[in-house]
């Protein structure tokens, strides 16, 4: 595996005021890393007008003052200044020959016009040599928010109430591990299984006994054993050998949708504003066949056509033509080619875009894949995110096996997806999982 695609940097997420630079500020304290960068810190004048400057992140007196880059009203921008970010933000973000962290706090919509800032932070991005701890506003769609969401090197963390307070931890580990991927296989608390192609073999048309064997010895440790796939759990109704092995839990929809061991609910992501509005729009123009995946219903805007091939078994599941009625999307899929894929990238400017197959794409809103679904799951039962491990083979499970500690691609793989492995296993009709858990000492 090529050193320079694991993740290096660590960017965290979230809603305002969830507690994103305290936490930063918990993590600079308790680190032995030798730091610098840059902070934001916001001043109300008279008019409760929010005035936002820039400050070095280092501890101590600096020759640099606070730099006034904007000032927002009433939640907007009504004045900002990309030339203090090109000349102030570049030198905070210069690291000198004892630089271990840059600190990049935050990153929102204001450099929006900061054509050098955004050059030196994505140089930055391009380094292993040292690490990021930074801040990405969740509402933030500037084209440097977007490459750094989507750049290999970053791990990008969602913060929330519960797990503020303990993700200080987690973070000091990654920032001192050697690698953002290094952990002892002794740690796992969880194992993550793709569905097609990696538990399932669509050539035997069943789960490898071998594989379910290797689960109930996981389980026996107290390893949880976690579905983590595209599907809907309409879709694997179809498929009732899986939901029958008792497995501890399901992260469906790409994320969007996570269930417990029970299937009940435990976490819901719905697709919302311009994202959803994209692509309403897309299915209501009956143009691509489209399916929408709310939590208890799939319908599609056109009938299936049985000229698309796609994947072998999507042909075998057909979803009813139906009407948008208000309720929650989590998901939408799209049959379009990779080719024509590029022409729906500027109708849906804020969506992620998860291929399956030749013929298919999930769709979910920017930042949101199986990754954030299963950090959801880990969150739920306050399991670290530095002990758990993900098995896949296709387009939409790269960056989960990117951003696993440990990621195992099948044999059977997709290419670009075996490029970010950590390892790689054998086919999946070749006891591909348990040779792995075998390779890692786990059974």
């Not at 949880?224 to 839990?249: I, Q, S, Y």
């Not at 948008?324 to 500027?346: A, D, F, K, M, N």
């Not at 799951?377 to 083979?393: K, W």
């Amino acid at each position: 595996m090529n050193e320079c695609m694991k993740p290096t940097h660590i960017f965290l997420t979230g809603e305002k005021q969830v507690g994103k630079s305290t936490l930063v500020s918990s993590v600079l304290d308790a680190t032995e890393l030798r730091f610098k960068g840059i902070r934001s810190i916001s001043v109300f004048d008279e008019n409760n007008d929010r005035n936002v400057f820039i400050i070095p992140a280092e501890k101590g007196d600096h020759p640099e003052p606070p730099a006034l880059v904007g000032i927002c009203s009433n939640h907007h921008i009504v004045m900002k200044k990309p030339e203090v970010f090109d000349d102030i933000g570049c030198r905070l973000l210069e690291p000198d020959k004892d630089t271990q962290l840059v600190v990049i706090d935050e990153i929102g919509n204001m450099e929006r016009d900061a054509a050098r800032y955004s050059e030196r932070i994505i140089s930055l991005l391009d380094r292993t040599d040292i690490r990021i701890l930074g801040v990405v506003q969740k509402m933030a769609h500037t084209e440097l928010a977007q490459t750094i969401r989507n750049h290999p090197n970053v791990r990008m963390i969602e913060v929330d109430e519960e797990n503020r307070e303990r993700l200080v931890d987690e973070v000091l580990n990654l920032l001192h591990s050697d690698s953002g991927k290094n952990l002892s296989p002794s740690g796992i608390k969880a194992v993550f299984f793709d569905f097609d192609h990696t538990l399932y073999s669509h050539k035997t048309k069943t789960i490898p006994q071998s594989a379910k064997d290797a689960i109930k010895i996981l389980q026996g440790k107290g390893i949880r054993c976690v579905l983590a796939t595209g599907r809907h759990m309409l879709e694997l109704e179809h498929f009732p050998e899986v939901l029958t092995m008792g497995l501890d839990g399901y992260v469906t929809v790409d994320g969007q949708l996570c269930l417990d061991e029970q299937r009940r609910t435990i976490c819901a992501k719905a697709i919302t504003g311009s994202a959803l509005e994209g692509l309403l729009d897309l299915f209501n123009s009956k143009r691509i066949h489209t399916i929408l995946v709310e939590e208890d219903r799939m319908y599609s805007n056109t009938p299936k056509d049985d000229s698309i091939q796609g994947l072998s078994y999507a042909a075998n599941i057909r979803h009813p033509v139906g009407e948008y009625t208000g309720r929650p999307v989590y998901l939408g899929v799209v049959y379009i080619t990779q080719e024509q894929e590029e022409r729906l990238h500027s109708i849906l400017p804020g969506c992620n875009f998860l291929r399956w197959g030749t013929e298919g794409v999930d769709i979910t809103p920017a930042g949101c894949d199986k990754v954030t679904g299963i950090r959801s799951y880990l969150d739920y039962y306050h399991i670290p995110v530095t002990q758990y491990m993900a098995f896949g083979d296709g387009g939409n499970d790269r960056i989960m096996l990117q951003e696993a500690p440990i990621g195992i691609a099948m044999g059977n793989a997709w290419t670009e997806t075996k490029e970010v492995a950590d390892y790689i296993t054998t086919d999946i009709d070749d006891n591909g999982i348990r040779n792995a858990l075998l390779h890692y000492g786990l059974i």
